[in-house]
């Protein structure tokens, strides 16, 4: 029997196979690319965020000394009140007896009650000082849960990113750029 006509079809095999090589590869080292740009935003965004939830801790803490602070002042007012009440009482006894109080017992409730509005000022300074702090604190870990939701974005990207290499589609590629893009928003937001 004679054979048909033999079609060369090894070297438009190769020719096409080159061919999704080169298509393929550039599309891969795109891919490689933006997921390479997608971990140096998770990994300065993670920065970040470690970095804000450590000074938010630090002014917590130092909010916390301050508290105690005033709440030492604070006590310490009251003692100057009941010692100045103390005095008030004697001075009472001695009027109530009929006889005139030695003037010591006035000086030291006036000198008490000067002592407590100093102390009042101080407590009062201490407390705004305090309220300042957790104030800044707050607003750093409000940075930070946007810095680690830019995090997580960025993972999810990277994660989509290695779907799209693995199976060539665009369309994952894309949905890993959106996401990226959301991460960078979310790492911009952070830093208002």
Do not use: C
């Not at 006509?5 to 891919?31: C, Y």
Request: aromatic share 6%; charged share 25%; proline share 2%.
């Amino acid at each position: 029997m004679p054979e048909g006509p033999e079609v060369e079809t090894e070297k438009l095999h190769e020719a096409i196979h080159e061919e999704l090589e080169r298509e393929g590869g550039a599309f891969l080292k795109t891919i490689a690319l933006t997921t390479a740009i997608l971990a140096v935003l998770a990994a300065l965004a993670s920065l970040r965020a470690g970095a804000t939830v450590n000074e938010a801790l630090v002014l917590k803490t130092e909010a916390s000394i301050l508290q105690s602070k005033a709440s030492d002042q604070w006590a310490y007012y009251q003692a100057k009140g009941v010692k100045g009440a103390v005095a008030e009482a004697a001075k009472t006894s001695f009027e109530a007896a009929g006889r005139e109080p030695p003037g010591r017992y006035a000086e030291k409730a006036a000198r008490y009650e000067q002592e407590q509005a100093e102390i009042q000022a101080e407590a009062k300074k201490l407390e705004k000082e305090r309220d300042e702090k957790a104030a800044e604190a707050d607003h750093l870990l409000h940075a930070h849960h946007r810095f680690a939701v830019s995090v997580a974005f960025f993972q999810v990207a990277i994660a989509l990113g290695a779907v799209a290499a693995l199976t060539r589609n665009r369309l994952v590629w894309v949905g890993s750029l959106v996401i990226g893009l959301a991460g960078l928003a979310a790492i911009l937001l952070a830093f208002l």
